[in-house]
């Protein structure tokens, strides 16, 4: 079905527009192993950028900023076939320092370009002179993203990219990519990597400050207000979407008796996108939406389990980032998300009640929502909290469209694992390797469908 894109934003947002919005203030090479951060932050390497939020001009940015570093060959000599450059062996970067990140990914040139081989990272904690092990970072090589024949899925900005992994407040980084080996009759060669690898190391930022209201804060000298701004438009639009929920521009989405209506669950509590402080400004202006919803795929984010609840925010804007800045994606890919004590967040901006379009299972994002809880679950057994929290979703999201989360539904591929054009029929709630050939929910969170599908079904009142 086509998607159609929303222009028309006025009206809503002049009532946004008079609300209040506060900022917070946010928060090169050095030998290997050196154990202790520098001083003074590092200069930047040759060939290496840095991005940040756009500039505003009352206060500093919420959301952060991106380090992006070449990789290089790692000099072992091995060469692809033909080749007298070393794009067939391995690449990384030798341990240095670098300025606060929270979060890694690796990226590449061409979106269609498959990485074929295993990307690793270890990095040292902010402040101490210890490195952690060497982590894998899960690749992607296009099971995520838009569908084929989308203006998203066109865009110029578009970059191969793998999983991004959350490694916590670290200011060193190490990064090795080993291609696979192809056996040969002369000898074992190495795969050509894709051109351009580089590691992106994303700082979400600071939490979003609280709304203060009309009164002056604590600690402020008597008279004296905190300094606000009026929001932006993409801020007030992203806002105004969900005003028949809740109040325009508030952080939570409150949860709701069932609808008179049956077979529509209770809808759950919803942290929205200004609750986990998504900066707007990074989007693509306007929203995207499909026919109906009519299945759910559900994800693992592939970003680790070493993370708090608190810290889920972080989590969500350093994803957000990686998304749209270093992946060039036109927002966050996931409709929603779970972390891993069951609190529900906003994702792709639209409105939570709406159909929108997100860039989550290639091939089947029409027509269907991604939910991604927050961890990695190949071999970790999802909380009970996540796969409860996933079936209330599903059974209020669903609902609105009468689906039977136990029951089946026909999709038409976009293209993908699938020809284009081919109907497939899924589960209802279905786990994102049924729609790609990817590993994606992981096997713990798969082997759970089955429980929220029953959930779901009785959340309904079915």
């Keep these: 079905m086509r998607a159609y894109l929303a222009t028309s934003i006025a009206v809503t947002c002049a009532t946004a527009l008079a609300l209040p919005f506060t900022l917070a203030t946010p928060a090169a090479a050095l030998p290997p192993g050196a154990p202790a951060a520098p001083t003074a932050p590092p200069s930047m390497d040759p060939g290496a950028r840095e991005t940040t939020s756009p500039a505003v001009t ?28 070393a794009a067939g062996g391995a690449q990384g970067l030798a341990r240095r320092d670098v300025r606060p990140f929270s979060l890694v990914g690796v990226v590449w040139d061409d979106a269609r370009a498959h990485l074929h081989g295993t990307v690793q990272v270890r990095t040292r904690a902010t402040g101490s002179a210890e490195w952690s092990a060497w982590q894998d970072v ?43 080996r192809q ?43 905190a300094v606000h701004r009026a929001p932006t438009i993409e801020e007030a639009a992203a806002a105004s979407v969900n005003a ?13 008796a069932a609808a008179a209506k049956p077979y529509i669950g209770p809808r759950p509590k919803i942290i929205t996108r200004k609750g986990w402080g998504a900066d707007e400004r990074l989007r693509e202006k306007g929203f995207v939406y499909t026919k109906a919803v ?46 891993k004590c069951g609190n529900i967040y906003e994702g792709r901006a639209g ?64 293209g993908g694992k699938y020809k284009k054009g081919k109907k497939v029929k899924f589960n209802s709630i279905a786990g994102h390797r049924d729609g790609y050939s990817t590993a994606c929910p992981g096997a713990r969170l798969y082997g759970k469908l089955g429980t929220a599908r029953t959930a779901s079904a009785k959340y309904q009142g079915r």
């Design 58 to 85: 009352s206060e500093a940015d919420v959301a952060g900023s991106t380090q992006s570093l070449p990789l290089a060959p790692l000099g072992d000599g091995r060469r692809a076939i033909g080749g007298t450059g």
């Design 138 to 180: 899960e690749i992607h090589n296009d099971d995520h993203g838009a569908d084929p024949g989308t203006p998203e899925a066109a865009r110029g900005a578009l970059r191969g990219a793998t999983a991004p992994l959350w490694v916590g407040d670290s200011d060193g980084v190490e990064v090795r990519v080993q291609p696979d």
């Design 183 to 225: 056996d040969d009759i002369a000898a074992a060669v190495a795969e050509a990597l894709p051109e351009g690898l580089r590691i992106e190391l994303v700082d979400p930022g600071p939490e979003p400050a609280a709304d203060p209201g009309p009164e002056p804060r604590a600690g402020l000298a008597h008279g004296a207000r």
């Design 244 to 256: 028949q929920l809740a109040s325009v521009g508030t952080a939570t989405i409150p949860a709701a």
């Design 294 to 339: 009519k299945a759910a795929f559900v994800h693992h984010s592939a970003t680790g389990n070493n993370y708090t609840c608190k810290q889920a925010p972080s989590v969500l804007r350093s994803i957000y980032r990686y998304h749209t800045q270093s992946s060039g994606w036109r927002d966050f890919g996931y409709n929603f998300a779970v972390d």
């Design 351 to 414: 409105g939570v009640a709406k159909p929108v379009h997100g860039a989550h299972t290639l091939g089947f994002n029409t027509n269907s929502m991604g939910i991604a809880v927050l961890g990695t679950y190949s071999s970790t057994t999802p909380p009970a909290a996540a796969v409860t929290a996933v079936a209330r979703l599903t059974a209020w999201k669903l609902g609105l469209h009468g689906v039977n989360p136990k029951g089946k539904t026909t999709l038409v591929s976009a």
